[in-house]
């Protein structure tokens, strides 16, 4: 191949090239706001984006995470405006150690600064010596931005307390893309009936189901205050029986659609 015919291919590369990133780089900034359950297997995680940046809640187990999130933001994008971590169980948390190698976080969200897990210590620590801002994720904590605001309802500071890490996940109720949606973490469904009463819940679009859709996170008290139409179970394969069938068939009796991480991979709503 001659010098004049090199040139002419390495410059339709180049205008290729430049109209792809060109496209990617328009597509981000005109994009529509989104809330993504990630596929991260036996674990949670979900990307919210929208104008006001990118807010993750939860990060999944190990780096399960990291596929996922290269799928729904462009290779130019490596800023997480705001993590928020439900509880400390390493299903929840553990992926914010590739989080924190691989983007730039500026907010963390959490509670459970006591919890003597010895990896979550380590986040910790690692969230501090990146000079991280931390908010304490207890009830009334609002962060709030354009089309996007995310209230914690539960736990108050007196239920840091409690021994269950589980029960001291935090409770969020997420208005976004015009939808309510509740996420609940591994919460108990005695809890979250409390949390439901005390803040009035209703008219609840899309509803996060606690525990990878373990027994005795959700009841029919629940569902008949929040009249929710759609419901997410974030769930892989597991020796744990998730999710449980009797959660399933209640579900089902209230006619709420449900998608599952397991069988529909990647779920998007915008």
Do not use: C
Request: charged content about 20%.
């Amino acid at each position: 191949m001659n010098v004049k015919i090199l040139k002419k291919w390495l410059v339709i590369v180049l205008l290729l090239s430049n109209i792809y990133v060109w496209h990617l780089i328009f597509e981000f900034y005109f994009l529509k706001s989104s809330v993504n359950f990630l596929n991260v297997f036996e674990g949670d995680s979900a990307l919210i984006i929208n104008k006001s940046g990118n807010f993750l809640i939860d990060a999944g187990r190990r780096n399960y995470v990291s596929k996922p999130l290269s799928l729904m933001l462009p290779f130019f994008d490596n800023i997480i405006d705001v993590v928020f971590v439900s509880h400390a169980d390493s299903d929840h948390f553990e992926g914010l150690n590739y989080i924190l190698d691989n983007y730039k976080v500026r907010l963390v969200v959490l509670n459970d600064f006591e919890n003597d897990n010895e990896n979550y210590q380590k986040i910790l620590k690692k969230i501090i010596d990146h000079n991280i801002t931390i908010i304490s994720g207890v009830s009334n904590t609002i962060v709030e931005g354009f089309g996007f605001k995310t209230e914690v309802l539960y736990p108050d500071i007196s239920d840091l307390s409690l021994k269950s890490t589980n029960e001291k996940s935090q409770v969020m109720l997420v208005n976004t893309v015009g939808k309510k949606i509740l996420f609940t973490g591994d919460i108990t469904d005695k809890i979250l009936n409390k949390v439901v009463n005390k803040w009035d819940i209703e008219n609840i679009d899309i509803i996060k189901i606690p525990h990878h859709g373990a027994k005795n996170t959700i009841n029919r008290e629940i569902l008949s205050q929040i009249g929710v139409k759609q419901a997410v179970i974030s769930v892989g394969d597991n020796n744990y029986g998730h999710p449980n069938t009797e959660t399933l068939d209640l579900l089902k009796n209230f006619n709420i659609e449900v998608f599952r991480t397991d069988i529909n991979g990647n779920i998007s709503i915008k």
